[in-house]
């Protein structure tokens, strides 16, 4: 006897094809029973497998298709869960659950207008259904933060798009389409471990899905692994020919690795000018990808610096600190570029940090050499009081000192202001002061290696003593200027 409009005799066995209407519907029925005490005691697997008899028995019954629906959502399978939703109301249109159950599993794939549709055919049916009224708010809600993302986006407002989607993903749980785009901010903030892992876990269920390879090159190139980052790229690629952003990321990837290469040849060659340029060329390729324009701000710093250009090489290095605050190369090189314009203090508080980093002896020396550089920069310069070079020799500090010390020497301004004797006369203990320091190689030895004189016995009443014993030759030498014997 052939079945009825319910039950339809389609891939039974022979044994099945022997009974009755009746029957096969009591049977399906026990395997639907069964299939629920499996459902109640969240064993969904088995509950999973006798759905599938019970649907086996009576193809065009449409509660075994929610039943079974209802259980592939447990295991998020939504995919599956929806094409039997779709069909259980194709039999049966007036089956609330059914629509209930699809616009369900359209809102967890991010299919909000499809699911707005589902839960609105609910309320025709039911108006009070308060179920489907919760889920149509929930709907309209992922509309709105999709509005809201998509215009985030375009103002690279990359930290609200995440929260957006992370809002919709509340309800859209099962959306790679948010999921990917969530992933894509994350990787333009710079969060690259957060959005590999949500780009895995999508490859994972879905080896061949183009925006995740995407994703996973790009948090690569970002990270400046730029030939592993080509590879995803290409595979995107293939999966997605007309993937728009992998082939631009692909492109710009392979144009920064050329022209930061050739960077590189040009300095390795001493072609610093052209390295330069080079250099600053890379930086326009890609704002975004912020580790890599690090490393070419310090590197167009290091060019900077061989030609002389500090200021600018220091302010490269500022701006690739400001990339990636961790950059202990950057610190060093702006350091030194401080050292080199002898600005000591800014030296001192980049050696701090460096040596607060990594503590190494390299690290250490550097630091405490600054701080010696700054030590000595705030006391007088002898040398520059006598008006010497560093370097100068024993004879040059003498001739220069009795040359600063004719000129400051108080005889000689007899016969200004008040004001300006007290300051010649200043002068003239100063430079008594150099003298008597860079002219006695112990005290010059202590002076140099920026320790302590007074620990020498150095003391204001030597200097002046020193003084008095040498006004009196100076006086003479004076007043035979003064009368045009020499």
Known sequence: KMATEHCDAVNMDPDMEMLSDEEMEREAEGFKEQGNAFYIKKDYAEAFNYYTKAIDMCPKNASYYGNRAATLMMLCRYREALEDSQQAVRLDNSFTKGHLREGKCHLSLGNAMAASRCFQ??????????????????????????????????????????????????????????????????????????????????????????????????????????????????????????????????RNAKALKAKKEEGNKSFKEGNFEAAYELYSEALTIDPNNIKTNAKLYCNRATVGSKLKKLEQAIEDCTKAIKLDETYIKAYLRRAQCYMDTEQYEEAVRDYEKVYQTEKTKEHKHL????????????????????????????????????????????????????????????????????????????????????????????????????????????????????????
């Open 367 to 486: 630091l405490k050499n600054a701080q010696l550089e700054l030590k000595k920069s705030k006391r007088k310069d002898y040398y520059k009081v006598l008006g010497v070079d560093k370097n100068a020799t024993e004879d040059e500090i003498k001739k220069a000192y009795r040359k600063r010390a004719l000129l400051h020497h108080p005889d000689r301004h007899s016969g200004a202001s008040p004001e300006v004797q007290k300051e010649e006369e200043k002068k003239f203990k100063e430079v008594g002061e150099a003298f008597s320091v860079l002219s006695d190689p112990k005290k010059k030895s202590r002076y140099d290696s920026g320790q302590d004189l007074e620990d020498d016995g150095m003391n204001m009443g030597v200097v002046i003593r020193l003084l008095q014993s040498l006004m009196i030759g100076l006086s003479f030498e004076l007043s035979v200027l003064e009368e045009g014997y020499i």
């Open 121 to 250: 055919r609910v309320l025709e049916m039911e108006s009070d259904n308060s179920q489907a009224q919760q889920e149509l708010k929930n709907a309209e809600s992922i509309l709105e933060y999709e509005r809201m993302a998509e215009i985030g986006f375009e103002k690279r407002d990359f930290r609200m798009v995440v929260f957006c989607m992370d809002r919709a993903l509340e309800s859209a749980t099962a959306c790679h389409r948010f999921k990917i785009l969530k992933a894509e901010c994350l990787a333009l903030l710079g969060r690259y471990p957060e959005a590999q892992s949500v780009a895995s876990d999508i490859l994972r269920m879905d080896s061949t899905n183009a925006d995740a390879l995407y994703v996973r090159g790009l948090c690569l190139y970002y990270e400046d692994c730029i030939d592993k980052a080509v590879q995803f790229f290409v595979q995107a690629l293939r999966m997605a020919p007309d993937h728009d952003k992998a082939r631009l990321a692909c």
